[in-house]
């Protein structure tokens, strides 16, 4: 392997404790390419062969990972239905406006 499987697992470790924090401020505009610079690490840390004395290691590295994104997804549809009210309340706010403007004249 080019990279180490520690370093690759680091990196990928990395890449996500940057994604939990993006989401946890709110910005989401560079989430897509962190993911897919994760995505990539991922598959080049299966693209050879594993040695037997690091499969263990590897998969519960992976089952965290993916204990974590559950928790990031979950993160995101709470911060996405809070956008959704939010958008729906300034809806609202501009409607009820039109209709004073409406009536008003």
């Known amino acids: 392997m080019k990279d180490s ?5 680091q990196q990928i470790h990395t ?11 709110k910005q989401f ?3 897509v390419e962190l993911e897919a610079q994760r995505r990539e690490l991922i ?3 299966f693209s050879e062969e594993i040695p037997p004395n690091k499969i ?21 549809k709470e911060l996405k239905e809070e ?3 939010q958008l729906s309340s300034l809806d609202s706010g501009t409607q009820a406006v039109q209709q004073y403007l409406d009536n008003s004249r």
Do not use: P, V, Y
């Open 83 to 85: 956008a959704s009210d």
């Open 15 to 25: 890449l996500s404790n940057n994604m939990r924090s993006l989401i946890g401020e």
């Open 43 to 45: 598959n080049t840390l």
């Open 29 to 31: 505009d560079n989430l």
């Open 5 to 9: 499987i520690e370093h690759l697992l």
């Open 56 to 76: 263990q290691a590897i998969k519960e590295f992976i089952e965290d990972l993916m204990q974590s994104d559950k928790k990031l997804l979950e993160l995101a």
